[in-house]
Antibody, heavy 113, light 106 residues
Framework: EVQLVESGGGLVQPGGSLRISCGASGFSFSPYSFNWVRQAPGKGPEWVSYISYGSVTMWYADSVKGRFIISRDNDQNSLYLQMNSLRDEDTGVYYC??????WGLGTLVTVSS | EIVLTQSPATLSLSPGERATLSCRASQSVGYYLDWYQQKPGQAPRRLIYDASKRATGVPARFSGSGSGTDFTLTISSLEPEDFAVYYCHQRSARPLTFGGGSKVEI
């Protein structure tokens, strides 16, 4: 069974940094591309970032470009999102998504003073 | 940016009735259009990909159609577990975008 488990969310002040992770199990991690998608409270999903299977290609939404960095460790079956210069509007549940067919349960990031 | 406009925002129906949800794109996305279902406190679940292909395990009462800029998700006969929010999503061009959602309520 495919499992994606996000972790590392929490409360952070504006301007702060946070690194969230996604641990994968139940499938072979390395051949897949991944995305991070976030959802603000009461809003629809918003795509944040993409990474290809070999980390050759990374894409970012304009709203996070220059502040967030996506990465992966195929040996550890893990996906990461380093979030810097956090803003109030970055608040939401962050989901790890495998190739658009499987989503994790999400981790809540709250940016507030 | 490709804007996806979903209608109606809310659809009030009874179990057993047919639900028809619309998603219109601001420019052509070809067939790169997916539909998701989301229930409170849960992650979105993919129902339809490439406009009309049912994802694994999705009941046959869910069907998708359309191409280019106009797409439809049809639920042929609503079951109690189908009352949820539905989102369309385009994978044709960056930034990847989602529609604003359609809520199917009892």
């Amino acid at each position: 069974e495919v499992q994606l488990v996000e972790s590392g969310g929490g409360l952070v002040q504006p301007g702060g940094s946070l690194r969230i992770s996604c641990g994968a199990s139940g499938f072979s991690f390395s051949p897949y591309s991944f995305n991070w998608v976030r959802q603000a409270p009461g809003k629809g999903p918003e795509w944040v970032s993409y990474i290809s299977y070999g980390s050759v290609t990374m894409w970012y939404a304009d709203s996070v470009k220059g502040r967030f960095i996506i990465s992966r460790d195929n040996d550890q079956n893990s996906l990461y999102l380093q979030m810097n210069s956090l803003r109030d509007e970055d608040t939401g549940v962050y989901y790890c998504v495998r190739d658009w067919d499987s989503w994790g349960l999400g981790t809540l990031v709250t940016v507030s003073s | 940016e490709i804007v996806l406009t979903q209608s109606p925002a809310t659809l009030s129906l009874s179990p057993g009735e047919r639900a028809t949800l619309s998603c219109r794109a601001s420019q052509s996305v070809g067939y790169y259009l997916d539909w998701y279902q989301q229930k409170p406190g849960q992650a979105p679940r993919r129902l339809i990909y490439d406009a009309s292909k049912r994802a694994t395990g999705v009941p046959a009462r869910f069907s998708g159609s359309g191409s280019g800029t106009d797409f439809t998700l049809t639920i042929s006969s609503l079951e109690p577990e189908d009352f949820a929010v539905y989102y369309c999503h385009q994978r044709s061009a960056r930034p990847l975008t989602f529609g604003g959602g359609s809520k199917v309520e009892i």
